[in-house]
Structures are given as C-alpha cells and as structure tokens.
C-alpha cells in the first residue's frame, strides 16, 4: 500500500485544518490507518487511527481531547483528520502510516505503524 498525506498549512491558533491520506494498491481500504506526527525535536507520535473495511472503530492519543476526528472513504480510498480548536503544540509535520490491529484476526487499531508510510505534511499553527 502506498501512501501520501497532503492538506498540510500555516494555521492561527484556535483554526481548523483536514488533512487527508490517500491511499492506493491491492485492498488499500482494508488496511488500518493511522496518523503520525512529528516536532521539531521530538520523536513520532501517534495521533489517531481508524479501523480498515468497515470497522469504523477509532482511537485518539490523548492530548487530542476532541479536537480532531478521523474518518475514511473507502470508495475512494482516502483517511481524514479533521483538526478544530488547533494549538502551537500541534505544530509539526504529520504522516498516515498502515497500523496494527489489537490482536491477530481483530479489528480496531493500534499506534503501531506496520510497514507503509506516507510522504508527511507540515502543519504550522501561530499562536
């Protein structure tokens, strides 16, 4: 599966931003998807992932406390992250990865990333 984050941008404080991941190859809907970010200085972290197929089940990192919502469009092979209330913290360059499932043959999500990842996207927020 190949994957390309975009929707990336400079955003004031307290904005919103989607960002969105396409995703392309043999039964790219069926893959759990996640996404990923990155500060300056710090490691990767998950933010929020979504189950594949039809398994709409989600999990958020907790410093996202409502702010975002993921969700996908298998029909045209695409993950969304709906960002609102935006902070400076949230700044960084944010990735879609594959991710893993809680255990072998479940459904759901985990912020494992399990092979592919996408081409990040900055997102800047100004305070």
């Known amino acids: 599966v190949q994957l390309q984050a975009f929707g990336g941008g400079l955003v004031q404080s307290g904005g919103s931003l989607r960002l969105s991941c396409a995703a392309s190859?043999?039964?790219?809907?069926?893959?759990?998807i996640g996404w990923f970010r990155q500060a300056p200085g710090k490691e990767h972290e998950g933010v929020s992932c979504i189950g594949g197929g039809n398994d709409g089940r989600t999990l958020y990192a907790d410093f996202v406390e409502g702010r975002f919502t993921i969700s996908r469009d298998n029909d045209k092979n695409m993950v969304f992250l709906q960002m609102n209330n935006l902070k400076s913290e949230d700044t960084g360059v944010y990735y879609c990865a594959t991710v893993g499932v809680p255990l072998a043959g479940t459904q759901g999500c985990i912020f494992q990333p399990d092979g592919s990842w996408g081409q990040g996207t900055q997102l800047t927020v100004s305070s």
């Open positions: 190859g043999s039964n790219a809907d069926l893959y759990a």
